[in-house]
Nanobody, 124 residues
Framework: VQLQASGGGLVQAGGSLRLSCAAS??????YGWFRQAPGKEREFVAA????????YYADSVKDRFTISRDNAKNSVSLQMNSLKPEDTAAYYC????????????????????WGQGTLVTVSS
């Protein structure tokens, strides 16, 4: 099983980036994006269930970020708009095959599979 994240880079505040994560080896019911800034703990950003009808966002990114998935391609994306310097972090895609109850969607421990991270830097 492998998750390969891509799409990070350097962008000015107010700009946009699109992160992608390609999964191989199995299909997943749940995908999540997390981020970790230097010196901080890894935090939840967004998650999506198999049918794409249920998406979840951290308050800090709501209305700016959009998570989506393509089940045919076994992939998940994160469209990030109106980026702010505080969005600077390494972004990780995560996946889980089993169902995750809603209250645990934001929990790092709910996702057994992780990508390698892609760095997003937002300059002011």
């Amino acid at each position: 099983v492998q998750l390969q994240a891509s799409g990070g880079g350097l962008v000015q505040a107010g700009g946009s980036l699109r992160l992608s994560c390609a999964a191989s080896g199995r299909t997943f019911n749940n995908y999540g994006w997390f981020r970790q800034a230097p010196g901080k703990e890894r935090e939840f950003v967004a998650a999506i269930r198999w049918n794409s009808r249920h998406t979840y966002y951290a308050d800090s990114v709501k209305d700016r970020f959009t998570i989506s998935r393509d089940n045919a391609k076994n992939s998940v994306s994160l469209q990030m708009n109106s980026l702010k310097p505080e969005d600077t972090a390494a972004y990780y895609c995560a996946a889980a095959s089993r169902q995750i109850i809603t209250s645990q969607t934001t929990n790092v421990a709910s996702y057994p599979y992780w990508g390698q991270g892609t760095l997003v830097t937002v300059s002011s």
